[in-house]
T-cell receptor
Framework: AQSVTQLGSHVSVSEGALVLLRCNYSSSVPPYLFWYVQYPNQGLQLLLKYTTGATLVKGINGFEAEFKKSETSFHLTKPSAHMSDAAEYFCAVSDQGGGFKTIFGAGTRLFVKA | DARVTQTPRHKVTEMGQEVTMRCQPI?????VFWYRQTMMQGLELLAY????????DSGMPKDRFSAEMPDATLATLKIQPSEPRDSAVYFC??????????????FGPGTRLTVL
C-alpha cells in the first residue's frame, strides 16, 4: 500500500535562505512522485514530478527534488527563498501503471520571513 | 490556456438543503477527481472517474453524497441533505491517463461550501 509522510506541518525560513521540505513515501511498485503547491484560496498546481530516468527533477519557480530510492525520499529544495514562495506544499505518490490512484501527504505550510 | 473550472466558487446554505457543485474538466482529459479539503482532515479523495465511469468512490459518504458525469465535459457532486460538517472546500481535478502526462492532476479553483 502507498503512503506519504511529510515531516513538519510548518516550516519557517528567512528570505534568501535554503528551503528544504521533506517527504518520505512507501510504495510496493515503482512510484511516480509529485510536489504540488497551493497558494491561498487556490487549487493545487504541479511544481514538479518524477516518473523515470534522472533522479534530480527540476520544477517551476526554481524548485527541485531528488528521488532517492534507498531512502524512499523525495525532498523538495530551493536554494533561496522568496516571499512569494509562502504557500502550502503537498507531496504525492502514485503507482506506475496504477491508473492514477494518488496519495497526498498532509501538507507543509512554508512561511517566509523578511 | 486550458483550465478546470468549478461553479459556484462560494456557496452558503442551510442544513438540510441540497447542494450541487459542478466541474468542467480540461477538454480531452479522461480522468476526473473530487476532493474535499478541511483544516482538520486535510485533502481527502471522495471519488474519481475514468471515461465517465466511477472507478473509486470509497471516500464518499454514500448516504448523502453522489457524484456523476452526465457527459465528458461535466462532473457533478451533490450533497442531499447537507449538514454543517460538510462545510469545506471541494476541489475537482482532471488528468489524462496513459499519456506522457499520466498521473498529473490539474486542479480547479474549488467551491467553498458553508452549511449553517
Amino acid at each position: 500500500a502507498q503512503s506519504v509522510t511529510q515531516l513538519g506541518s510548518h516550516v519557517s525560513v528567512s528570505e534568501g535562505a535554503l528551503v528544504l521540505l521533506r517527504c518520505n513515501y512507501s510504495s510496493s511498485v515503482p512510484p511516480y512522485l509529485f510536489w504540488y503547491v497551493q497558494y491561498p484560496n487556490q487549487g493545487l498546481q504541479l511544481l514538479l514530478k518524477y516518473t523515470t530516468g534522472a533522479t534530480l527533477v527540476k520544477g517551476i519557480n526554481g524548485f527541485e527534488a531528488e528521488f532517492k530510492k534507498s531512502e524512499t525520499s523525495f525532498h523538495l529544495t530551493k536554494p533561496s527563498a522568496h516571499m512569494s514562495d509562502a504557500a502550502e506544499y503537498f507531496c504525492a505518490v502514485s503507482d506506475q501503471g496504477g491508473g492514477f490512484k494518488t496519495i497526498f501527504g498532509a501538507g507543509t505550510r512554508l512561511f517566509v520571513k523578511a | 490556456d486550458a483550465r478546470v473550472t468549478q461553479t459556484p466558487r462560494h456557496k452558503v446554505t442551510e442544513m438540510g438543503q441540497e447542494v450541487t457543485m459542478r466541474c468542467q474538466p480540461i477538454l480531452g482529459h479522461n480522468t476526473v477527481f473530487w476532493y474535499r479539503q478541511t483544516m482538520m482532515q486535510g485533502l481527502e479523495l471522495l471519488a474519481y472517474f475514468r471515461n465517465r465511469a466511477p472507478l473509486d468512490d470509497s471516500g464518499m459518504p454514500k448516504d448523502r453524497f453522489s457524484a456523476e458525469m452526465p457527459d465528458a465535459t461535466l462532473a457533478t457532486l451533490k450533497i442531499q441533505p447537507s449538514e454543517p460538517r460538510d462545510s469545506a472546500v471541494y476541489f475537482c481535478a482532471s488528468g489524462l491517463a496513459g499519456g506522457p502526462d499520466t498521473d498529473t492532476q490539474y486542479f480547479g479553483p474549488g467551491t467553498r461550501l458553508t452549511v449553517l
